[in-house]
C-alpha cells in the first residue's frame, strides 16, 4: 500500500514535469516513436522526405517547404527565409521520417517539445496538411471539419492618391465607389498617412513608459476628418478599418477611438505598440466602443492565450507565418470563440500558400470575421504591391477573387499548387 501511494506520487511529479515541456505533453500525447502512430500495415502511408525547394523566375525567388509520402503524394508550404532549416531537418530526421502524416496532433506537440521555430512548425503544419488534403482527395477545410461558410470576405489597404491625402472630397471620392462594390471593406492608417503629409507636427515630444506617443491635436483631427469623409462618401455600405502600427501611447490611442466611436469601425488595429505589454492594449479596449484587433506581431498559442486571458482584443489578427499552422490556428479560434471574439487572419505580402491555408481555415471556423488580403500574390485580377513583380506568378492556376469575396477552388488539400518547372534548387532535409 505504502509502495503504491509513492508510485502515485512519483507519476504524477513525472506527469506535471513532462508538462513543462509543451501542451502536447500535458494532453499526454503518446511518442511519435510509439507504435500506435507506426503505421499500421504496408498500405498505410508514412512520411518518407522533406525538401527545400528554391523556385525562380525572372530574379524573384520562392523558398517552398516540401513533404512527400510513400505513397507519392506531397505536401507544400512557403518557408521562411530564415536559414534554421537545418536544424528542422535534424528533428526531421529523428522524429518525422517514417512517422504517420496523420498523426497531425502528435507532430505538433512533437515540433513544439524540440524547440522547432514557430515560423518553421506552421509551415510544417500547413504542408502536412496540404498532404493530407491530396491523399484523400479533399480539401483541407473539408478535414478542418466541414465548411461553416460558402465564401470569405476579404478587405484590402486603401487611401486617395499621395496628392490628394489632405482634400476631403478626395476620401468622400474613395468611399463612394468602395460603395458600390457589395461586401466591400477598407483599412487605412491615417496616422501613417498624416505622416507622409508633412508639414505638420504629428506627434507630442512626452515619452510613454507603456510604449508609444501621444498624437498631436492636428494628428487626431485629421483621424476624424478622413473616417468622417469616408462615412460621408459611403453611408453604410462600407466597413471601415483603422490600421493602426502601434504607434500610440494607450492615452492618444483612446484619445483618437473617443473621436472616431461615432463612424462605426469595424476596429481599430494594434492602437499601441504590441509586443511591449498587452496590459496597456486593455486598458485601450476598456476604455472605447471601437473594436480592438492585434496579433499579426505574436507567435503561437502561448502569446495568444495570454491575450485572450487578458482580454486585450475583440479581434484576433492571426498572422499566417507565425501562427503554429493550421493545428494550431483552430486551437487559437476556439479558444476565442469561447470568449466571444473574432478571427481576422493578417496578410501583407506573405506567401500566396500561407494565404490560401488561412482561406482553408476560414471556411472551417466560425467566428471568421474577414480575411485580410493586401499585396496578394498568385492572384487574379492581382493586387501587390509593385504590379510590376506579379508577373512572376509560380502557381499552376491563379488565385481568383470576385471583388470581396473568395470562394476555394475546391481542389484537394490547400487547393493551388506551385508550378515545380521553376524549381533551380532542391535540397533534402531529411
Known sequence: M???????????RGFLKSSLLGAGALAGLPSLGHLLLAAAS????????????????NREQRRVLKVISSTGAAGYADFPDVDYAPALGGVAKKHLI?????AVE????????????CSHRTALDYALWDLLGRETGKPVYELLGGPVRDRIRIYYYGKPPRQKLALEDAWRAMGRELAKQPGAAVKT???AVFEQIGGKKAWEDTIYEGGGRMPTEENIAFNEMVFRCLREGAGDKLDLIHGGHGQCSAEGAIATCKRLEQFDLLWMEEPVPPTSSMDEMAKVAGATTVPVATGENLQGLEDFTRLIDKRAASVLNLPPPNVGGLTEARKIATLAEI??????????????LSWVAMANLCMATPNVLILEANAMRE???????????NKNLFFKEPIKIDGYYFVPSGKPGLGYEYDEKFVVSRKRLA
Open 106 to 117: 502528435a507532430i505538433w506537440s512533437k515540433m513544439r517539445q524540440a524547440g522547432v521555430l
Open 189 to 191: 492608417d491615417p496616422f
Open 98 to 102: 517514417g512517422a504517420n502524416p496523420y
Open 339 to 352: 470568449r466571444g471574439m473574432q478571427i481576422a487572419p493578417h496578410f501583407f505580402s506573405y506567401g500566396p
Open 379 to 389: 492572384m487574379n485580377p492581382p493586387r501587390p504591391i509593385n504590379r510590376a513583380r
Open 2 to 12: 505504502n509502495h503504491q501511494v509513492i508510485s502515485n506520487q512519483l507519476n504524477r
Open 42 to 57: 504496408d498500405k498505410t502511408s508514412r512520411i518518407k522526405a522533406l525538401e527545400l525547394l528554391v523556385l525562380k523566375r
